[in-house]
């Protein structure tokens, strides 16, 4: 994510719009909360709270995430390289206070293929 800030700055097309900068990979928050569990190696449990029970009348939520990248491949080319199993586990690490992730990704493609 941090190598494509730069190029963002540098694009004068990209000034002063909004962008989806990580994975379009498609995710259910129940798949999301289940790899974050597997990934940490938790024992936490997952709950389930009806809709009504959680938000306000009126209130709609995502339930899945599928961000669109079309608009930042359009402008510098994006793709995505870190696996979010990846991202996950470099968080946790993080919040645990171990050592952050490395300033250089190693370059392993997210091809469509690894984004089931």
Do not use: Q
């Given at each position: 994510?941090?190598g494509?800030?730069?190029r963002?700055?540098?694009?004068p097309?990209a000034?002063g719009r909004?962008?989806n900068i990580g994975s379009?990979r498609t995710?259910?928050?129940?798949?999301?909360?289940?790899?974050a569990?597997?990934?940490t190696g938790s024992k936490?449990?997952?709950t389930?709270?009806?809709?009504?029970?959680?938000?306000?009348?009126?209130?709609e939520d995502?339930?899945?995430?599928g961000p669109?990248?079309t608009?930042?491949?359009?402008?510098?080319?994006f793709?995505?390289t870190i696996?979010?199993?990846r991202?996950l586990?470099d968080?946790?690490?993080?919040v645990?206070?171990?050592?952050?992730p490395?300033m250089?990704?190693?370059?392993?493609?997210?091809g469509?293929?690894?984004?089931?």
């Open positions: 994510m941090a494509v800030l730069p963002l700055l540098e694009c097309a000034h909004v962008f379009d995710i259910t928050i129940e798949e999301l909360a289940n790899l569990i597997a990934v936490s449990s997952i389930r709270v009806r809709y009504t029970d959680a938000y306000a009348a009126g209130f995502l339930l899945k995430r669109d990248l608009r930042i491949r359009e402008a510098v080319g793709e995505p696996p979010l199993e991202t586990a968080v946790a690490a993080w645990r206070g171990g050592k952050g490395p250089e990704w190693p370059a392993e493609p997210v469509p293929e690894s984004r089931r």
